[in-house]
């Protein structure tokens, strides 16, 4: 796995304490021929022969990593034949899907603390950094042109600034011509981990939000009567197309593949910054080590550069599977994913985790055992 993103950093000694094997073996794995086989391979098979055996595995959950798990997904297929099937549902309802055990894997950019792990027997682990961007339907500007800061949009959504030549607003962007028009707030009508940390950040910022509203992947909206609720990121970036004058949060690949106007926020560190590959690794550039169940939200970081609201995705999967076999193919193709899957999330302008932390998350797989309490997936 490679990037020129500087990325999180793990001390050598940890990572080696913590992984049996390296990447170079991962990759030569990976360029086995692929038989139709349908069964499991033993425990301790290696790795070769893990990577000989066909999957069908189904996840649901986030919408925000949905971009990534839908290019990752079709050129796995492509390269091994094996099919995942993930269902955008948002962070909630992976959760719950993952406890109910309705499906073999489960995604939140909520992380779970380690007591809710514990007490459901599961473990998690991250797969990309991305970011939550606000983003405007405001006729003539342009993506990254108008510039907010914490308080002034949480202000918005509080519903204590409704104009968009709203004093506050125009005193950040004194080069813009904004309208005298209605601020139309836009926002997730479904459990979301990207309201977690949306939230998480204005909960930050602002000690009038903080007091009033909270951090929750569900929230009473202040200007729910005003505004308009969509399901998922595509619920929310399609409400923010269509309506003018109104503003929405949704995944950095949402916007740009939609071609919306997101705005430059200003972060911890006092500067306007755009969302981006480089912004989003800013504000990840952490030590994942100290994370106990790698429970860690990156909103508002101090770093320079950063991004005020990144955030990590994270994979769910319970320790002691009814379906060992199946979980193993989750844990192969999230493998493959952290090996092949770089550029594809680079495009997508989502940030890979460096190989030291790629190594950490994985040696947490050895956890995931069958009933007789041999690993399931073999490395």
């Known amino acids: ?30 360029a086995q021929p692929e038989p139709a086989a349908t069964t499991a391979a033993p425990a301790d098979a290696a790795p ?18 949905q971009p990534i798990y839908a290019k990752w997904s079709a050129d796995f297929k492509e390269a091994t034949s094996g ?29 779970l603390t380690v007591d809710e792990l514990n ?24 993506a990254g042109a108008l510039k907010l800061d ?36 836009v926002f997730r009508s479904d459990g979301s981990g990207t309201t977690f940390n949306f939230t998480d950040y204005l909960n930050k910022v602002s000690t009038d939000w903080a007091s009033s509203v909270g951090v929750d992947k569900a929230i009473k909206w202040p200007t729910a009567s005003s505004g308009a609720a969509g399901k998922g990121n595509e619920g929310v ?26 705005v430059a926020l200003k972060n911890a560190a006092g500067e306007f ?22 429970n860690q939200v990156l909103t508002n970081s101090e770093t320079a550069g950063a991004w005020p609201i ?17 979980v193993a193919g989750v844990l192969r193709f999230f493998d493959w994913a952290y090996t092949n899957g770089d550029q594809a999330a680079l495009d997508l302008d989502y940030v890979p985790f460096s190989d030291k932390a790629v190594e950490l998350f994985k040696a947490s797989w050895s956890e995931v055992k069958d009933s007789s309490g041999n690993a399931v997936y073999a490395q």
């Open 1 to 30: 796995m490679k990037t020129n993103i500087k990325l999180i950093s793990l001390s050598v000694a940890a990572v080696i304490a913590l992984t049996a094997c390296s990447k170079k073996d991962e990759q030569a794995a990976a």
């Open 48 to 65: 070769a022969a893990m990577e000989q055996v066909a999957i069908n595995i189904t996840g649901a959950g986030a919408s925000f990593p």
């Open 83 to 111: 099919q995942v099937n993930y269902q955008s549902i948002g962070s909630s309802g992976g959760i719950k899907q993952i406890i109910a055990k309705t499906v073999d894997f489960g995604a939140s950019d909520a992380p």
């Open 119 to 142: 007490a459901e027997n599961l473990i998690q682990f991250p797969t990309v950094i991305g970011g939550v961007v606000p983003v405007v339907n405001i006729e003539g500007i342009e």
């Open 150 to 185: 914490g308080e002034t949009l949480a202000n918005i959504y509080l519903g204590k600034v409704t104009k968009w030549n709203d004093p506050a607003i125009v005193a950040l962007n004194p080069d813009l011509t904004l309208p005298d028009a209605d601020i139309t707030t």
């Open 237 to 262: 970036a399609s409400y923010v197309s269509r309506i003018k004058n109104s503003i929405g949060y949704v995944e950095y690949a949402y916007a740009k593949q939609n071609g919306m106007s997101h």
């Open 273 to 294: 910054v755009q969302p981006s590959a480089d912004s989003f690794a800013a504000a990840g550039d952490i030590d994942w080590s100290a994370a106990p169940g790698f």
């Open 310 to 326: 990144a955030a990590a995705t994270f994979i769910i999967v319970h320790k002691n599977p009814e379906n060992p076999e199946q």
